[in-house]
C-alpha cells in the first residue's frame, strides 16, 4: 500500500511539473507569436518527458538512426549496407532496454560499457559501436542534435581477420576423392571445388548459371557483376574462363542454387568426410552464447565457403600475377581496373584461360593424397 502511494505521489509531482513546464512554454510562445495547437502541446509535453529535444528533433539514438538509414535508401546505397545499419539499430535498442539514449549520451563511457556488456563478439560489438558513433556524428553535423564533446573520440577497433584459412592443393584433392553419397553433399562438394577455382563470393553463387555465359575468340567466360559492389565507383566486371578443372566440375551442370547458411553448413560436412583435420588455429562460433572463440580446431570446424576464395588467391599466386587475380575474383584494389570496359576483360581473362589451361594439363600426372 504505501508503495502504491508513493507511485501515485511520483505521478502528481511529474503531473505538476509538467503544467508548471506547459504554462511557461505556452507564455513564451504567445510572446514569440507562436500559435498553440494540439501538435504543440504533443511536442512540448514529449520535450518535458525526454522523448524529444528542445529543438523540436528527435535527439535518441534510434532516431539518429532511423535518419541514416532512409538516407542510405534515398542514396541508393548497397542493400547489405543498409542490412548492416538497421542489425545495428536492432542490437542497439536491445542494449539500451527500457532506457531512451540520446546522442549526448554517446561518449566514452557508454563505448566501453557498450563493448563489455553487449551479447556478441568483441570484433561485431566494435563494428556496431562504429556504426552508433557514425548516426550520431551524422545527427550532430546535419541536424543540429547536441552530442557528447568526447564522441570523436570514441576508438572502435576494426577486427583483423588474421586466421585467412585456405585450402592447399592436396586437400582439395582428398576432397575431390571422398567417398560422398548424400546428393545435396556432392552438391556442396562442386559449390566448394568450383569457389576454389574462381573464387567466387557466397553472395554470387546465384549468378553461376548458363545465363552468365559469354564467348570470346573461342573461349567460354562466366561474366557478371558482382552483388558486393560500392555505389560511389565504377563497377568491376568479374570474368572467369571456363577451362582446365572449372570445366571439368561443370562438364555435368551446374550446381544447384543453395541458401547461405545450409551452403557454410554442408562444405564443413563434406571436409569432415574428406578427413581435413589438421589442427588448426581460427575462430568457431559456440551454439550456447553464439560468441566466436579462438582456440585450435579440426581444420574442417573452421571451413566457410569463404575459404574457396581464399584458396583461390592463394594458390594461385605461384601461377598468375596479382593483376590477372583480380580480373577473376573483381577485388578492386588496383585502381587500373576500375575502369575496364567488358572486352578489355575479356582479352585479359583469356590470357588467364590460356595459362590455367597449360597448368591443368600439367596437373594430370597423378598426385599422391599424402604427399
Known sequence: ???????????????????????????????????????????????????????????SVLGAFDRYIEKLKQDGKAVNTIKKYQYARKKFQIFQGQDKLRVKDIDGFFADRFLNELNVGKSTANKILRNVVTVCKN????????????????????????????????????????????????????????????????????????????EYEGMRFLQFMPTKQRKDRDNIMVTIPIVGKVKELLSDGFPRPISYQKLNDYVKKVCEIAEIDE?????????????????????????TFHCGRYSFVTNSKNIINNQMIRTITGHKSDRMLENYQINEHLKDAKIVGEILEQKYKERQAPLAVNE
Open 1 to 59: 500500500m504505501q508503495k502504491a502511494d508513493a507511485e501515485i505521489k511520483g505521478i502528481k509531482s511529474k503531473l505538476e511539473g509538467l503544467k508548471v513546464y506547459v504554462q511557461n512554454k505556452a507564455n513564451q510562445s504567445i510572446l514569440n507569436g507562436e500559435l498553440i495547437t494540439s501538435n504543440w502541446l504533443g511536442s512540448s509535453i514529449d520535450v518535458y518527458f525526454g522523448l524529444a529535444s528542445e529543438t523540436g528533433k528527435d535527439d
Open 139 to 214: 545527427a550532430r553535423d546535419k541536424y543540429g542534435i547536441e552530442a557528447s564533446k568526447t564522441l570523436n573520440g570514441i576508438e572502435t577497433k576494426r577486427a583483423v581477420k588474421t586466421h585467412k584459412i585456405h585450402l592447399e592443393p592436396k586437400e582439395l584433392l582428398k576432397i575431390e576423392k571422398a567417398h560422398i553419397v548424400s546428393d545435396y553433399l556432392l552438391n556442396a562438394r562442386k559449390w566448394l571445388l568450383l569457389s576454389c577455382e574462381i573464387g567466387i563470393r557466397i553472395s554470387d553463387t546465384d549468378k553461376i548459371n548458363e545465363e552468365n555465359i559469354v
Open 279 to 303: 589442427p588448426t588455429k581460427g575462430e568457431k562460433r559456440l551454439v550456447k552464447n553464439g560468441l566466436n572463440v579462438e582456440g585450435i580446431y579440426p581444420k574442417w570446424q573452421l571451413i
